[in-house]
């Protein structure tokens, strides 16, 4: 299986048509017809399905897509970071990034290298903490900046040093957002919007003790955006990081005595870098030892 034809199986799937398909890679369609009926040889599996004018993917055919899209991500990476030898810095940095405090401390050092080498260029992830240990593992990610508790055993980091610390996201036409702070009890029969991330909750439920029990969920983020809509229109209240943000009728109001998290941007040990993301990450040393 070549990446030429990963290439073109990924055109014909955006397309949903060999013969745009064929025009968009600059090749005749019967070429590209072949190509296709020959993927599935090798495979044993059939990729589309004609409906009406338009190809549709199979369910194999969704499958190979998602990972032939990794694939060829990979590859371009890679040709990237091995065709850069010159002696000015440049080529692609890719960082992830959960919704954090701590990013604006990053984002900073991000802007102080890019003055320093402006061929360089980032692309920027942003997930949650499974999300993105998934894809550094895969080499798509090259660092991360994850929010403690995260086994960090395989990895290289430096500590953020910016407190990360919890609160209620509520209307402001709440009762709860005319208080100063948030102790459990105030959290009884409050339909709440939780994280996904087990290893945060753990450490909020320890926050919660014996009320932890009366909670009534209803729903689970991995990044904050969409359900702050959910709260704007009026689905519960959410237990959510402070961020430097301010949402149209919300208002953040803080827990007591919550704990205080930290966040490490961190990168695989002993990972062989491109030169550019190897100062890189010697800047980040130096801006945060």
């Known amino acids: 299986m070549e990446i030429r034809v990963l290439n073109y199986?990924?055109?014909?799937?955006?397309?949903e048509n060999i013969t745009k398909a064929a025009i968009s890679l600059n090749v005749t369609q019967p070429t590209l017809s072949r190509q296709l009926q020959q993927l599935e040889e090798e495979l044993g599996v059939k990729l589309f399905e004609k409906e009406k004018r338009k190809m549709v993917l199979t369910n194999e055919g969704m499958l190979l897509k998602r990972r032939a899209q990794e694939i060829v991500s990979l590859t371009d990476k890679t040709v990237n970071e091995v065709s850069h030898k010159d002696l000015d810095l440049s080529g692609e940095i890719t960082i992830g990034s959960g919704e954090l405090k701590?990013?604006?401390?990053?984002?900073?050092?991000?802007?102080g290298f890019e003055n320093k080498y402006p061929e360089v260029t980032f692309n920027v992830f942003s997930g949650n903490s499974e999300d993105i240990k998934n894809r550094m593992d895969q080499g798509m990610i090259d660092i991360a900046?994850?929010?403690?508790?995260?086994?960090?055993?395989?990895?290289?980091f430096l500590r953020m040093n910016v407190n990360e610390t919890f609160g209620l996201l509520v209307r402001n036409d709440s009762k709860l957002a005319q208080k100063s702070f948030i102790e459990p009890k105030d959290l009884q029969d409050v339909s709440l919007i939780m994280s996904t991330r087990a290893a945060v909750n753990h450490e909020l439920m320890n926050w919660f003790g014996n009320y932890q029990k009366k909670l009534k969920i209803i729903s689970n983020y991995n990044l904050i955006y969409n359900s702050v809509k959910l709260v704007q229109n009026g689905l519960g209240a959410m237990v959510c990081l402070k961020l430097d943000v301010n949402y149209q009728n919300l208002v953040f109001v803080p827990l007591r005595d919550a704990p205080?998290?930290?966040?490490v941007v961190a990168w695989?040990?002993?990972?062989?870098?491109?030169?550019?993301?190897?100062?890189?990450?010697?800047?980040?040393?130096?801006?945060?030892?």
């Open 268 to 289: 695989h040990s002993g990972q062989v870098f491109s030169r550019t993301t190897t100062a890189f990450v010697e800047y980040l040393k130096n801006c945060l030892q």
């Open 260 to 263: 205080i998290l930290n966040s």
């Open 145 to 156: 900046l994850f929010l403690e508790p995260i086994n960090i055993e395989k990895y290289d």
């Open 9 to 15: 199986f990924l055109a014909i799937a955006r397309e």
């Open 102 to 111: 701590s990013v604006d401390t990053l984002s900073k050092i991000i802007v």
